[in-house]
């Protein structure tokens, strides 16, 4: 799926008219008869209506709002904001898109699941689901001083990742629409904001397993056959009873076996499916599937950015023609409970001044799980610095050891780190992109809010990537937990309800009382994969260790080879030390796919 959204002017009409293999591309129009949606898309993904003369609506993605609720809506519509009721009321994950008397309104999802990109076209504002549809069409190559921050671990922080890497192109905000006008001006209007964690966990727990309940009808009323991972693990095994459940769609499972014989997710994966009857199972064997960090030195087929999940895109490939043999087109995962399902310790920070009186327990057990020291823990509950200090600060500790497991971590999130292997100049740009955000608001007011729907939003994000590869192998890539009603609804329970130690996250529990078997909802184990990395680190360490004979990082002097190499091919006494190489490998990986990063800009910079 691919489509440029354009302006009810005759400058938008000349556009289309210029977008390369338009004779071959769907179209729908604005009333006027001007192209306004130009593209590709799956029919059965959309869902258009009519009111009159000049108003249309149309949701293009998975979704169980039909014609007759898009129809009601649009009928009271007056105005773009007028449509605010109807959005925040679309289940699923979609586009949603309106042509009101010559204005438009165009938004994706609040989690980045499905995007909105905009840049100016000679004078006139044009859109696109894809940022890269539009760099063809401005001409903007890459902006290589931003490449610098996509060496940034564990992630990139808000708002830092909101500048796409095409020039000339801009990123649509998740809680906005954009208001384009036939004029060839736009408005980005904010319509949506989070919501309180004011809600007790069991009336929390009825409205999420609502809202999962819808979700997973969005993937599977079309019916036919259904594919999800079963890894074992509490997320995955949710959503297929759900599947199972909501009918009419076949389920078939996908699971691969883990290297490492003491982990039991493999027990709890064939308990879930003794009770999955009329599901087909299939499992492979790990000999039988691409280990991690395979096939990187192969083009990268999504060239919007570095992929998100490079040490394991060769295998959910792989995974994706298995499942596309057995006749699957619609493939679930788990991705996201683990984002929205338990608080992460900065929940503390908040709870210390919400309720004051309940706070010392969960400080005190948070401390002891951890083994934080009383006057570091002190010092990090007294730090009031608002996000956009606190994120100007941590410019100062881009390269430093990372936190220590005992070191508190109660900021607005984790400890941010460039790579050992990363240059001085690629440090002192990215603490230049660091203290220009001294004024950036926060996601949510709250740290954990924002935490936690940093996360969702990051992986979102994952997931449309994700679906842009496996679409073209025929399977969609569908995550409903980042559905923005289910995000909605697990965001609205209370932080301290979230961060209870049993049963393990709690919400979800709550949720699927009487949808999954207590026996499987018991689980009191949580298995790791750091046998994969070490087993695919192993494996294809010396075609890794290669790249750096050439390293278009290293041409752009934002990156050490020697420094790298010795990353790879050295030893690694824990599986932490392997993350910060996922990043610099991806952002390789991707610009040996891209043409336009033969730019002429430079950085100099040798070596750390």
Same mark, same amino acid.
């Given at each position: 799926m691919g489509f440029l959204i354009l302006p009810d002017s005759a400058e938008g009409s000349a556009i289309a008219e210029a977008v390369p293999g338009r004779p071959t591309s769907q179209v729908i129009t604005h009333a006027s008869g001007r192209p306004w949606l130009v593209g590709e898309w799956d029919p059965e993904n959309v869902v258009e209506v009519t009111d009159g003369p000049g108003s249309l609506l149309v949701l293009i993605g998975c979704t169980t709002v039909d014609a007759s609720q898009l129809r009601q809506?649009?009928?009271?519509?007056?105005?773009?904001?007028?449509?605010?009721?109807?959005?925040?009321?679309?289940?699923?994950?979609?586009?949603?898109?309106?042509?009101?008397?010559?204005?438009?309104?165009? +938004?994706?999802?609040?989690?980045?699941?499905?995007?909105? /990109? /905009?840049?100016?076209?000679?004078?006139?504002?044009?859109?696109?689901?894809?940022?890269?549809?539009?760099?063809?069409?401005?001409?903007?190559?890459?902006?290589?001083?931003?490449?610098?921050?996509?060496?940034l671990v564990p992630i990139i922080p808000w708002p830092l990742a909101e500048t796409p890497l095409w020039r000339g192109v801009h990123r649509l905000p998740g809680d906005c629409f954009l208001d384009l006008r036939p004029d060839g001006t736009h408005h980005a209007v904010r319509w949506w904001t989070p919501p309180e964690p004011d809600t007790d966990l069991r009336p929390g727990a009825d409205a999420l397993r609502s809202a999962l309940v819808e979700a997973v009808s969005a993937r599977s009323r079309r019916g036919g056959i259904i594919s999800a991972?079963?890894?074992?693990?509490?997320?995955?095994?949710?959503?297929?009873?759900?599947?199972?459940?909501?009918?009419?769609?076949?389920?078939?499972?996908?699971?691969?076996?883990?290297?490492?014989?003491?982990?039991?997710?493999?027990?709890?994966?064939?308990?879930?499916?003794?009770?999955?009857?009329?599901?087909?199972?299939?499992?492979?064997?790990?000999?039988?599937?691409?280990?991690? /960090?395979?096939?990187?030195?192969?083009?990268?087929?999504?060239?919007?950015?570095?992929?998100?999940?490079?040490?394991? +895109?060769?295998?959910?490939?792989?995974?994706? +023609?298995?499942?596309?043999?057995?006749?699957?087109?619609?493939?679930?995962?788990?991705?996201?409970?683990?984002?929205?399902?338990?608080?992460?310790?900065? /929940?503390?920070?908040?709870?210390?001044?919400?309720?004051?009186?309940?706070?010392?327990r969960h400080i005190r057990r948070a401390a002891a799980l951890y083994r934080w020291k009383r006057l570091p823990t002190l010092r990090a509950l007294l730090d009031a610095r608002p996000y956009g200090q606190w994120l100007a600060a941590s410019a100062d500790s881009l390269t430093a050891a990372p936190p220590l497991p005992g070191e508190p971590t109660l900021g607005w999130g984790g400890g941010v780190r460039m790579p050992s292997w990363a240059t001085p100049t690629a440090v002192e740009t990215v603490r230049r992109m660091f203290r220009s955000c001294a004024d950036a608001e926060p996601l949510a007011r709250q740290r954990g809010q924002h935490s936690a729907l940093e996360m969702a939003r990051e992986c979102g994000s994952a997931v449309r990537r994700v679906d842009r590869l496996t679409s073209r192998h025929g399977v969609a890539w569908h995550a409903p937990y980042v559905d923005d009603r289910v995000v909605e609804a697990a965001l609205s329970i209370s932080l301290a309800d979230r961060a209870r130690t049993t049963p393990y996250k709690p919400p979800l529990t709550a949720a699927m009382r009487g949808i999954v078997p207590d026996r499987i909802l018991g689980r009191p184990t949580k298995a790791e994969f750091s046998a994969e990395a070490y087993a695919g680190l192993q494996r294809h360490k010396r075609e890794l260790a290669e790249l750096c004979d050439d390293l278009r990082l290293a041409r752009m002097g934002l990156v050490d080879p020697e420094a790298l190499r010795a990353a790879i091919l050295g030893l690694h006494i824990s599986a932490r030390s392997l993350i910060p190489l996922d990043a610099t490998l991806a952002c390789e990986s991707w610009l040996r796919s891209i043409p336009a990063s033969k730019g002429t800009t430079r950085f100099p910079g040798g070596r750390r």
């Open positions: 809506a649009l009928a009271r519509a007056r105005t773009l904001q007028d449509l605010d009721a109807l959005v925040r009321t679309v289940t699923g994950a979609a586009h949603a898109l309106a042509s009101l008397d010559g204005r438009v309104r165009a +938004q994706g999802t609040v989690t980045m699941t499905h995007q909105v /990109y /905009y840049a100016r076209v000679g004078g006139t504002t044009v859109a696109a689901d894809c940022a890269d549809a539009l760099a063809a069409l401005v001409g903007g190559g890459i902006d290589e001083e931003l490449i610098a921050r996509q060496l991972d079963l890894s074992g693990g509490m997320d995955s095994t949710s959503l297929c009873f759900l599947i199972g459940d909501s009918g009419p769609a076949e389920l078939v499972t996908s699971r691969w076996e883990a290297s490492d014989p003491a982990h039991d997710d493999w027990l709890w994966a064939e308990r879930a499916a003794a009770e999955l009857r009329g599901a087909e199972h299939l499992v492979t064997a790990p000999e039988d599937m691409p280990r991690w /960090y395979a096939d990187l030195a192969v083009p990268n087929e999504d060239p919007e950015a570095p992929s998100p999940l490079i040490r394991t +895109q060769a295998r959910q490939l792989a995974q994706v +023609q298995q499942v596309a043999e057995r006749g699957s087109t619609r493939h679930v995962t788990g991705h996201g409970g683990d984002e929205l399902f338990a608080a992460l310790p900065t /929940y503390l920070h908040d709870l210390a001044r919400s309720r004051p009186m309940a706070a010392p």
